[in-house]
């Protein structure tokens, strides 16, 4: 039954005709398999929510990273002013380290500028980089944390790992304010 939801779920996503071209999935909706790896960590592969992290106790690194620092100004100000054009959709792995650092990180800028969970889709990866339904191959993803932009449907850009600079949220906030 997952595969035929999580089937489902990729065809909304991914083509409307083009590989370029995707929709955002529906915010209820949340597919996934629980791992565990070789050091006992939980792995979570699909789709999956912010509650589905943020609550569960194998991922206390959530709220502890969540705390540390302020988000970027400039890119919670492109993220306020462009909310309504465009969607997220982020690929990570629950057992990697850059993942625990950014996806928290990603969430504090989003919740300083009023960017609502339902324009974000998180899809959760294993530790060979792959998903449920090979999205990883449609989108080209090869490193995680991997954030996308999307507006109407096309890839307006996409940030992976810390970005160029060594500042994902800030390069985030470069793409979004391009819009």
């Known amino acids: 039954m997952k595969k035929?939801?999580?089937?489902l779920f990729s065809l909304?996503?991914?083509?409307t005709g083009s590989a370029q071209q995707v929709a955002t999935a529906p915010p209820s909706f949340h597919a996934y398999e629980v791992s565990y790896d070789t050091k006992n960590r939980k792995v979570?592969?699909?789709?999956?929510?912010?509650?589905d992290i943020e609550n569960d106790t194998a991922?206390?690194?959530?709220?502890?990273?969540y705390n540390l620092g302020r988000p970027d100004t400039d890119a919670v100000a492109a993220f306020k002013r462009h909310a309504g054009d465009f969607t997220m959709l982020i690929f990570g792995g629950t057992w990697c380290p850059d993942t625990q650092n950014l996806l928290p990180e990603f969430y504090r800028l989003a919740d300083a500028a009023g960017y609502a969970d339902?324009?974000?889709?998180?899809?959760?990866v294993d530790h060979n980089k792959t998903t449920l339904d090979n999205l990883e191959k449609i989108f080209?993803?090869?490193?995680?944390?991997?954030?996308i932009v999307i507006k109407n449907g096309r890839e307006a850009g996409r940030v992976v790992e810390y970005g160029e600079s060594g500042e994902a949220m800030k390069e985030l906030g470069k793409i979004v304010e391009g819009l």
Request: glycine share 6%; proline share 3%.
């Open 4 to 7: 035929v939801i999580l089937s």
């Open 12 to 15: 909304a996503i991914i083509f």
């Open 44 to 51: 979570l592969r699909g789709l999956i929510s912010r509650d």
């Open 59 to 65: 991922f206390t690194w959530f709220k502890k990273n």
């Open 118 to 124: 339902s324009n974000i889709a998180v899809i959760g």
């Open 140 to 147: 080209n993803v090869t490193n995680v944390p991997t954030f």
